[in-house]
Structures are given as C-alpha cells and as structure tokens.
C-alpha cells in the first residue's frame, strides 16, 4: 500500500520560509511522478509544483504564480520529495498535500485527477 506523509508545515511570518518535505513508499518513488498541491479554505484544490522522472532526467512543473517562490525536489535514496518556500505570503496559508502519479513527464502533472495517492496534508499558515 503506498502511504505518502508530509511534515514541515506551520506558522510564519510574512517573508519567511518553509520547507516541507514528504516521505512515500519506495515502489513508487523511481517511476512515479511527486506533486503538490495545496487548498486554502473555501477554494479548490489547486497546483504548486510537480517533479517527474525519466531515466536520469528530472522534469518540473510549476503554477506560473508560484514561480521564482517555491522549488521542488526529490532525493530518491531516501523516497521523499521536498518543497521549498520563500517569500512567502499571507494568501499562501493553505493545506499543501503531497501526492503521487503513475506518469512519466506529462502536463497532465498538473492536474488534481491525474494523481492516484496523497498525503493527509500540513498547515501552512503565513501570517501578516
């Protein structure tokens, strides 16, 4: 059964960072392509970012507004992908969720449909 488990997230303050990193099972981690995607209260369940893996190459996908702010990554020795967060801003508050597609690099990767498992999700509260 493949679980995925974030951690990292909390409070901070307006500028600040984070870095949220999320451990899954190993049978997935080599094939399998790692997003994240967050949703503040009231609103959908939108796209961060998301690494794929093909051969030696990794591919990413990042939300255009969220570019420049967040990288992703992923140490495949230790199954976990990571999330790093800079600048961050109050409308960053949000539950970000890790989550994991049977797909190689596709821009299909940034769809909430196209992901098969997911974290149980992490607070991020940026505050003004």
């Known amino acids: 059964q493949v679980q995925l488990v974030e951690s990292g997230g909390g409070l901070v303050q307006a500028g600040g960072s984070l870095r949220l990193s999320c451990a899954g099972s190993?049978?997935?981690?080599?094939?399998?392509?790692m997003g994240w995607f967050r949703q503040a209260p009231g609103k959908e369940r939108e796209f961060v970012a998301a690494i794929s893996w093909s051969g030696s190459s990794s591919f990413i996908y990042y939300a255009d507004s969220l570019k420049g702010r967040f990288t992703i990554s992923r140490d495949n020795a230790k199954n976990t992908v990571y999330l790093q967060m800079s600048s961050l801003k109050p409308e960053d508050t949000a539950v970000y969720y890790c989550a994991a597609a049977p797909t190689g690099p596709d821009r299909r990767n940034t769809l909430v449909t196209t992901y098969l498992y997911w974290g149980q999700g992490t607070q991020v509260t940026v505050s003004s």
């Open positions: 190993g049978r997935i981690f080599n094939s399998y392509t």
